[in-house]
């Protein structure tokens, strides 16, 4: 049995989607999987140093890696009304934000939520980089004056007593008419093509058996979900776990050309990025 490293966040979208997968309770194809799990910000270092055969990583990141790794068909957090938030602890509209030069926080310089931030407001350039569940104490601490929230805090914040600027991911679904590309699932191109297809489809019949048998994969999910309300640890997976995650679709892929297409428009890859699908 060929055994293969996989890395994915600790994002209850994530852990629903590969725990079948790593337990091995669908059909590997004579796969097994090591997992490592971490925050966003750490995959995305760790793919650009291609420390892992199987890796999640932001759509802003695979505009950087594809000549070596390729993105599989399945597993992708990609959607409707699922974007970053860009919130702060006092009103504060987005003029005052760039012309006062105002610290903002980011859950990492090549997440895709830091392109869609420079796609909404260019001029915003004083911006810290943070984990992403240490960005709403630092927004309540006054380190920053607003902050770009991902994952599980989009559904908390209001609770904090934290303000709304602009819903990052409307921004793009109003100019664009297009889902919203966040995460990746990629493979090293290295592995060649016949075991990267055999790890869509095993992926794939992974989130199957997460959607058919939930009760099967949320005890992995809470054990290790940051936030670990059920009832937001289900909004979560509700939101970013979707048709897309099966499979991208024509639409699904027009959507990652068109972010792709934008990092180069913003500077952010070296050369034209065509992505094979």
């Known amino acids: 049995m060929k055994n293969l490293t996989v890395a994915f966040s600790t994002c209850p979208n994530d852990t629903f989607m590969f725990q079948a997968m790593v337990k091995g309770q669908v059909d590997t194809k004579g796969l097994s999987f090591q997992p490592t799990l971490k925050d966003i910000f750490h995959l995305n270092q ?56 105002l610290p903002v926080a980011i859950p990492g310089k090549n997440t895709t939520a830091n392109l869609l931030l420079g796609y909404y407001a260019p001029e915003a350039i004083n911006k810290r980089e943070y984990l992403f569940h240490e960005i709403m104490p630092a927004i309540l601490r006054e380190e920053v004056a607003a902050g770009v929230i991902i994952h599980e805090n ?24 297009l889902p919203i590309p966040l995460g990746a699932i990629l493979a090293k191109k290295s592995l060649g093509k016949q075991t990267i297809n055999a790890l869509s489809e095993i992926l794939k019949s992974s989130i199957q058996f997460a959607f058919d048998q939930p009760d099967q994969v949320m005890d992995y999910v809470a054990s290790h979900a940051q936030e670990m309300d059920e009832q937001v640890m289900m909004s979560h997976i509700n939101l970013y776990v979707n048709e897309y995650s099966l499979s991208l679709g024509e639409k699904g892929r027009e959507a990652i050309r068109a972010l792709l297409q934008t990092g180069i428009y913003m500077g952010l890859y070296p050369y034209e990025v065509v992505p094979k699908f």
């Not at 908390?156 to 100019?175: H, M, R």
């Open 154 to 177: 989009r559904f908390t914040y209001q609770q904090e007593g934290l303000k709304l600027i602009q819903d990052l991911g409307e921004y793009w679904e109003s100019k664009t008419n």
């Open 46 to 101: 760790m793919a650009q140093r291609e420390e892992a055969d199987i890796i999640k990583v932001s759509y802003n990141t695979f505009g950087k890696l594809t000549d070596s790794y390729a993105l599989l068909d399945s597993g992708s957090a990609l959607g409707h009304n699922c974007g970053p938030l860009l919130i702060s602890k006092k009103p504060l509209t987005i003029e005052q934000l760039i012309q006062e030069n």
